[in-house]
């Protein structure tokens, strides 16, 4: 059974850092695409960032004043582990952040609430407080 399990979620003052983690398992996710995506509440579910098997990296470009330059997508595939790296957060990355794995990820940069993916993991909650 496959399986994606976000860590790392919390809550943290504006301007703090955080790092999650989702760990794969059910199967291998080398030549997969892994992604992370997040979830206001009243919002859609919207792409951050993406890291495709041969290290392309992706970040949403026009989402909270742009988490490119502030967040860092990495990938251990030893571990079958992604990972984001989410440093100067705003009240506005407040968010459940999922983490998402695809053989391609080609519906992932359409816009808000239209991704598909293989698999999705559970979610988990970021606070950012002002």
């Known amino acids: 059974q496959v399986q994606l399990v976000e860590s790392g979620g919390g809550l943290v003052q504006a301007g703090g850092s955080l790092r999650l983690s989702c760990a794969a398992s059910?199967?291998?996710?080398?030549?997969?695409?892994m992604g992370w995506f997040r979830q206001a509440p009243g919002k859609e579910r919207e792409f951050v960032a993406s890291?495709?098997?041969?290290?392309?990296?992706?970040?949403?470009?026009n989402v909270a004043d742009s988490v490119k330059g502030r967040f860092t997508i990495s990938r251990d595939n030893a571990k079958n582990t992604v990972y984001l790296q989410m440093t100067r957060l705003k009240p506005e990355d407040t968010a459940v952040y999922f983490c998402?794995?695809?053989?391609?990820?080609?519906?992932?940069?359409?816009?808000?609430?239209?991704?598909?993916?293989?698999?999705w993991g559970q979610g988990t909650q970021v606070t950012v407080s002002s």
């Open positions: 890291h495709k098997w041969r290290g392309i990296t992706t970040y949403a470009a």
């Open positions: 998402a794995a695809d053989r391609y990820g080609s519906s992932w940069y359409g816009g808000p609430g239209r991704a598909s993916s293989d698999y």
């Open positions: 059910g199967r291998t996710f080398t030549s997969y695409a």
